[in-house]
């Protein structure tokens, strides 16, 4: 997300801050992703001081921004633990696994072609006992410039985010990697605009329009963008419990003997 929506970011981390506070949970090690600078690492810092944070940095950073923070965090590890900035290529993480016990993904799954094998991931590197808290942006996010017809378009609408997933489909997802306990909330937020320009540059920042879509619709004198946007923000967490009753493989699981009890009586 690009400097234009970083508010945005920074608000829903908020919001998911104050979810997290009716939550019993002390993290000794936490893996965000991504992590935004100045948005993610700071807040979390102060919520779990005793938490050694993992960063997989924000793609589309530029090297300053990056190298601004490494060097932030680094002056953080007497007060919050080792950091450490693990890579991310074709859908895994560069993390053992049960190596963390929270991961923190603030509006990102959206974006993703395969939201699943998030779930899937963060299950991996989760201990006993961990937690998955996330939030995205749902299929309604966007809709009104869905709606719009204009020669640029030559006819067809736009399509939704890749990863937009109805909160439903996600859940599901999340029961089927053995999460426990889902819980998925959603809220709509509206902006207002009075400006194309800004509109476009925002529609262009949250992946719902290519640079070359928003640059043909701009040059479009039939076009008429809508002032308002909608946003459908998800936000749902889970818990891993009992991750070492089983292991599956395909559709069977496999429990091993010293895990079966004999039953009295």
Request: net charge neutral; glycine share 6%.
């Amino acid at each position: 997300m690009t400097r234009s929506l970083r508010w945005l970011k920074d608000d829903i981390a908020l919001r998911m801050m104050q979810k997290l506070e009716l939550l019993k949970h002390q993290p000794r090690s936490l893996l965000i992703i991504p992590d935004a600078p100045g948005v993610h690492a700071n807040r979390l810092a102060k919520r779990f001081p005793k938490a050694a944070l993992s960063s997989i940095p924000e793609l589309g950073l530029s090297w300053a921004d990056i190298t601004k923070m490494k060097l932030a965090r680094t002056c953080g590890f007497i007060t919050n633990g080792l950091s450490r900035f693990p890579t991310m290529r074709e859908g895994k993480l560069a993390l053992a696994g049960q190596s963390q016990d929270m991961v923190f993904s603030n509006l990102w799954i959206h974006s993703l072609d395969q939201p699943k094998w998030v779930v899937q991931e963060a299950w991996r590197v989760l201990r006993e006992g961990g937690l998955f808290s996330f939030s995205y942006l749902g299929p309604d996010t966007g809709k009104e410039l869905r709606a719009m017809r204009c020669d640029a378009m030559d006819g067809s609408s736009l399509a939704a985010l890749p990863g937009a997933w109805d909160m439903h489909d996600l859940g599901d997802a999340l029961v089927e990697s053995r999460f426990s306990d889902p819980v998925m909330d959603m809220e709509y937020l509206y902006l207002e605009y009075e400006s194309d320009a800004l509109y476009l540059q925002d529609a262009h920042a949250l992946g719902l329009l290519s640079a070359q879509q928003a640059q043909a619709i701009a040059a479009d004198k039939t076009a008429k963008l809508p002032q308002k946007m909608t946003l459908e923000v998800v936000y749902g967490h889970a818990w891993v419990v009992g991750k070492h009753l089983s292991e599956a493989k395909d559709t069977l699981a496999f429990i091993s003997p010293d895990q079966i009890k004999r039953k009295n009586g």
